[in-house]
Nanobody, 126 residues
Framework: QLQLVESGGGLVQPGESLRLSCAVS????????IGWFRQAPGKEREAVSC????????NVADSVKGRFTISRDNAKNTVYLQVNNLKPEDTAVYYC???????????????????WGEGTLVTVSS
C-alpha cells in the first residue's frame, strides 16, 4: 500500500514559481507511474503531468507545457512538479497519485491511479 504526501504549495504572485513535492512511501518508484493532477474551485480534476518508472520519460499536458516540469529523485522516493510563471488560473489543489505499472511511458490521466495524496493548495493572486 503506497502512501503519498504532497507539499510545497502556497500563496504566490503571478509570474512566480513553486516546486511541489510528492513523497512516496511503501513502494518503489520504479514500479509505479506517478501523476500530478489539479482541481480548481468549481472545476473537474485535471491531469497535468506524469512520469513512468524504470527510467521512463516524463509527460506534460499541453495546457501547461513549457511552464510545468516533472522530475523524480529515486534516492528520496520523491517526485517533483516544478511550476513556473504561475497564473491566476493555476490556482487549484494539486494532487499526486500513483498506479502500479512497468511501462516506460505514460499519458497524464487518472486511469490506473489507485493511490492518492491529500493534496497541496496553490493560490496565485496579486
Amino acid at each position: 500500500q503506497l502512501q503519498l504526501v504532497e507539499s510545497g504549495g502556497g500563496l504566490v504572485q503571478p509570474g512566480e514559481s513553486l516546486r511541489l513535492s510528492c513523497a512516496v512511501s511503501g513502494g518503489s518508484l520504479d514500479h509505479h507511474i506517478i501523476g500530478w493532477f489539479r482541481q480548481a474551485p468549481g472545476k473537474e480534476r485535471e491531469a497535468v503531468s506524469c512520469i513512468a518508472g524504470n527510467g521512463g520519460r516524463p509527460n506534460v499536458a499541453d495546457s501547461v507545457k513549457g511552464r510545468f516540469t516533472i522530475s523524480r529523485d529515486n534516492a528520496k522516493n520523491t517526485v517533483y512538479l516544478q511550476v513556473n510563471n504561475l497564473k491566476p488560473e493555476d490556482t487549484a489543489v494539486y494532487y499526486c497519485a500513483a498506479g502500479l505499472s512497468f511501462a516506460t511511458a505514460c499519458i497524464p490521466n487518472e486511469r490506473g491511479m489507485n493511490f492518492w495524496g491529500e493534496g497541496t493548495l496553490v493560490t496565485v493572486s496579486s
